[in-house]
Every structure is written in structure tokens, then in C-alpha cells.
């Protein structure tokens, strides 16, 4: 079992920057890979970025590629979302989760197994 808890949403300015984090319980989290999602109103989850089990390999949604950086401190069990030059379309509820088998197919819902509850985020134009 992995529980997952994301803290930092909030309301910002477009252009402004917020840095999500996650902190994950449970398995150890050097063994599992993270994601970041995100849902908007009426709009099906998406999938916004991805780390690698040890940290070496991250990749991006093309919407948020340049403006946001996802890292992960394994020793902490924490994984973050630096989100800048942000825009109104990025107005979501952000979720992180865990792929515990480290899947290919890496921007499918499907390939996650453990979800955090959400934080929101507002962009304001």
C-alpha cells in the first residue's frame, strides 16, 4: 500500500509560479515511479508529467513542457511539481500518483496505482 498526500495548490496569477509537493507513505518510494495529473472541470484527467523510479528520466505533457519541472528526493519519500509561467488553462485539480511496476505506457490513467486526494490550483487571468 502507498498513500499519497499533495499539498501547495492555491490561487496565483497567470505568469506566477507554484511548487507542488507529495509526500508518499507506505512502500519505500525509491521503488515505484511518480506522476502528476490533472482534472479540470468537465475535462477527463490528463496526464501533466513523470519521474523515473531513481530520478534520472523525467517527461512531460507538451502543455507544460519549458514551464514546469517535476524531482523527487527519494530519502524525504517526497516528489514535487514546479510549476512556472503558469496560465489560466492550467487551472486543475492536481493529483500525484504511483506506478509501482513501472509501466511503459506512462501518461495512461490506467498505469497508476495509488492517487493522492488532489490540490487545487486556480490561474487567474
Known amino acids: 500500500q502507498v498513500q499519497l498526500v499533495e499539498s501547495g495548490g492555491g490561487l496565483v496569477q497567470a505568469g506566477g509560479s507554484l511548487r507542488l509537493s507529495c509526500a508518499a507513505s507506505?512502500?519505500?518510494?525509491?521503488?515505484?515511479?511518480m506522476g502528476w495529473f490533472r482534472q479540470a472541470p468537465g475535462k477527463e484527467r490528463e496526464f501533466v508529467a513523470r519521474i523515473s523510479r531513481n530520478g534520472g528520466s523525467t517527461y512531460y505533457a507538451d502543455s507544460v513542457k519549458g514551464r514546469f519541472s517535476i524531482s523527487r528526493d527519494n530519502a524525504k519519500n517526497a516528489v514535487t511539481l514546479q510549476m512556472n509561467s503558469l496560465k489560466p488553462e492550467d487551472t486543475a485539480v492536481y493529483y500525484c500518483?504511483?506506478?509501482?511496476?513501472?509501466?511503459?505506457?506512462?501518461?495512461?490513467?490506467?498505469?497508476?496505482?495509488?492517487w493522492g486526494q488532489g490540490t487545487q490550483v486556480t490561474v487567474s487571468s
Open positions: 507506505g512502500r519505500t518510494s525509491s521503488n515505484y515511479a
Open positions: 500518483a504511483a506506478d509501482i511496476y513501472s509501466r511503459t505506457i506512462i501518461a495512461a490513467v490506467g498505469s497508476y496505482d495509488y
